[in-house]
């Protein structure tokens, strides 16, 4: 402000002197003049105007402007010999105190200074050098200042920057620490070799150990799981140690914890690692007391099984009534009458299935599913389910297609062999009921199934052209009574139970279920199954033939009447080889009595073609003529 007033005031001073104040070497030319009372109206107005937030930037403009009035200045009063080179030597360190913009603008001016003077006002380099190296010189000077300010605004910033961290660490821990304190199920914080490094008062409420008595402990002294009838458990079924060694989750429902004072509740475990694959720091384990959640479940289980067998009776009655009175070989009835009846009888089935998926259900609760394996071929088997269904999508309009049989086109084709050792009547629920939720759920265009696979598992596939699943509904869909509740799905009927039965048979079958869907795109659900390779099948399926066999000797040898000694004798017979008779000797008599031993069920079971040929050769039955009739 100082300076650009005193330059206003030398021009001034130009302008009334006139011509004779043209010699001095004070004189300042119009131009200048004009810029240096710009500067002095800028000056005083950022002074008293500018609020403090912007004070790095008034200072900017300011300086900025006075180092273009200087340039002017010097250049309209001799170049490099002006009286006021001294300005610009004073403003040149300064470029370095306000920053990096201030210093590429001083050094630019400079920089097309030099050039002016060389180009355009023809004067020597050499002259011009040590005005040059004067002013680096000056600018230079400034660099330390700014560099020491560039310095300790990081420094600012990364202690700043430091504080915020530690600030929400200490936040997170503070925030951490008060929900793991609040929540009601246990908590157990482990290092990579199962020391027990935290525990919450819920778990020192439910195991009985204190905080600073647990603290530093392996966890197996504090954690004691056992199975759910009190015995102990391996490492190899010990979820904690399962993830512990392998660096994954695990979890289990079906353990018991014992407390310190010996007793012992049944237990939900949830144990999810710390780190990275390659890093193990450790292990959380959740863990919470179900033994009132079991029991209800129980007792839930049992009145539903009870009810749904004590009322399937009379539906069955119902639905065997309304069938005779369908039949017109046992009743007769008007249309109207038939049509009232039809629907009830459909309504009856429904009931039926009804009552039988809650049955299926409460077996699957309470861990009763049978699972009978039996070698089966998966595409033909899988073949028949789709053919019994082709009617119920042929009344929708709807193609059903097999693509393991039939391609896009409708050719057929030659589809590999898989095999799996699943239990059949588990399989066969699970496919129809995926067929015809697809044909339910799709009101126009097509159901495809499939079949791929590889060498450990077959992969059957059900996809349909309908509705399709939201995702936010497809976590919950294989979960009891859920069903999706939008405006494609309220006129469909539905109990939400067929998808919770299939998953539980298909894990009974040791295989898996899930689906991929996208709204009104369509479904796909996947049922994957264990595969057996043709060498294990063709074994499998000749043990169940000779199985086979052997029942049905067994049952025909039940239910034959009673037979005469020697054929008693010869059921009876030794498995050792028999003394061949000469072709010659004729067959003993009827009556004549022959010595015979017990022979081991099991050695006729081992070799029963033997134990046949055996027979053939040593007895000989006489069948007396019948008498002829009178």
Not at 9 to 20: E, H, R
Not at 57 to 86: D, E, Q
Not at 185 to 199: E, N, P, Q, S
Request: glycine letters at 6%; aromatic letters at 6%.
């Amino acid at each position: 402000m100082i300076i650009s007033g005193a330059i206003v005031g030398l021009c001034v001073w130009s302008l009334a002197a006139g011509s004779d104040a043209a010699s001095e070497r004070l004189f300042v030319p119009v131009i200048p003049g004009i810029l240096a009372a710009m500067v002095l109206i800028v000056a005083v107005a950022s002074y008293f105007a500018a609020p403090y937030h912007k004070l790095t930037v008034s200072c900017w403009l300011n300086y900025a402007l006075c180092c273009v009035m200087a340039v002017a200045l010097v250049m309209t009063t001799g170049g490099v010999r002006s009286p006021f080179m001294s300005l610009l030597v004073m403003f040149a360190p300064i470029a370095g105190v306000l920053g990096k913009q201030m210093v590429a603008l001083f050094g630019g001016l400079v920089v097309a200074f030099a050039a002016q003077q060389i180009i355009m006002k023809s004067t020597p380099v050499a002259q011009s050098l040590p005005v040059i190296a004067v002013l680096a010189i000056a600018f230079c000077a400034g660099l330390p200042f700014w560099l020491r300010q560039f310095a300790a605004a990081h420094d600012a910033a990364k202690d700043r920057s430091y504080q915020e961290l530690a600030t929400k660490l200490d936040k997170a821990a503070s925030t951490s620490e008060v929900v793991i304190n609040a929540i009601g199920d246990g908590v157990l914080a482990l290092d990579d070799k199962g020391t027990v490094k935290l525990i919450n008062p819920a778990a020192q409420q439910m195991i009985g150990w204190r905080e600073q008595d647990a603290v530093g402990f392996n966890y197996k002294t504090i954690l004691k799981l056992q199975t759910s009838t009190g015995t102990d458990i391996s490492d190899s079924t010990n979820p904690v140690m399962i993830a512990l060694s392998n660096n994954k989750p695990a979890k289990d429902d079906t353990l018991s914890v014992q407390t310190q004072s010996g007793k012992s509740f049944l237990a939900y475990i949830s144990v999810s690692p710390i780190g990275t694959d390659d890093v193990h720091d450790g292990v959380i384990v959740v863990f919470r007391d179900i033994t009132a959640e079991r029991r209800d479940e129980r007792q839930r289980a049992e009145f539903v099984s009870t009810a749904s067998h004590e009322m399937r009776t009379p539906v069955a009655s119902i639905e065997g009534y309304l069938g005779l009175a369908l039949n017109p070989q046992t009743a007769s009835v008007d249309d109207r009458a038939r049509g009232y009846i039809t629907k009830a009888h459909e309504s009856a089935q429904h009931l039926g299935r009804l009552f039988s998926d809650l049955l299926d259900i409460s077996r699957a609760d309470d861990h009763r599913l049978k699972n009978d394996p039996h070698i089966i071929d998966v595409i033909p088997f899988i073949g028949d389910i789709v053919e019994g269904l082709k009617p119920h999508a042929d009344e929708k309009g709807l193609d059903l297609i097999y693509r393991p049989t039939q391609n896009e086109d409708g050719a057929k084709q030659v589809s590999p062999i898989f095999y799996a050792n699943v239990d059949n009547d588990h399989l066969r629920e699970i496919v129809q009921n995926l067929i015809e939720n697809a044909i339910k759920y799709t009101p126009a265009g097509s159901v495809a199934v499939d079949i791929t696979g590889n060498d450990k598992q077959v992969t059957i596939s059900v996809s349909d052209t309908g509705i399709g699943i939201p995702r936010e509904d497809q976590a919950h869909l294989f979960q009891k009574f859920y069903r999706v509740d939008n405006t494609d799905t309220r006129e469909i009927n539905g109990t939400g139970l067929g998808l919770y039965l299939c998953r539980r048979l298909a894990e009974t079958i040791g295989g898996r279920l899930w689906v991929e869907s996208e709204y009104k795109k369509g479904s796909t659900f996947f049922v994957s199954i264990p595969r057996a390779d043709n060498a294990t099948a063709q074994r499998l399926i000749k043990e169940s033939a000779l199985k086979a066999s052997i029942a049905a000797t067994r049952a025909q040898q039940q239910n034959q009447p009673p037979a005469q000694d020697t054929m008693q004798a010869a059921l009876a017979q030794s498995s050792s080889e028999p003394t061949p008779q000469p072709i010659d000797t004729p067959p003993a008599a009827p009556d004549a009595q022959t010595p015979y031993t017990n022979t081991p069920l099991s050695s006729i079971e081992a070799n029963p073609e033997q134990y046949i040929k055996q027979l053939r050769q040593q007895v000989s039955l006489s069948v007396p003529p019948r008498d002829p009739p009178k």
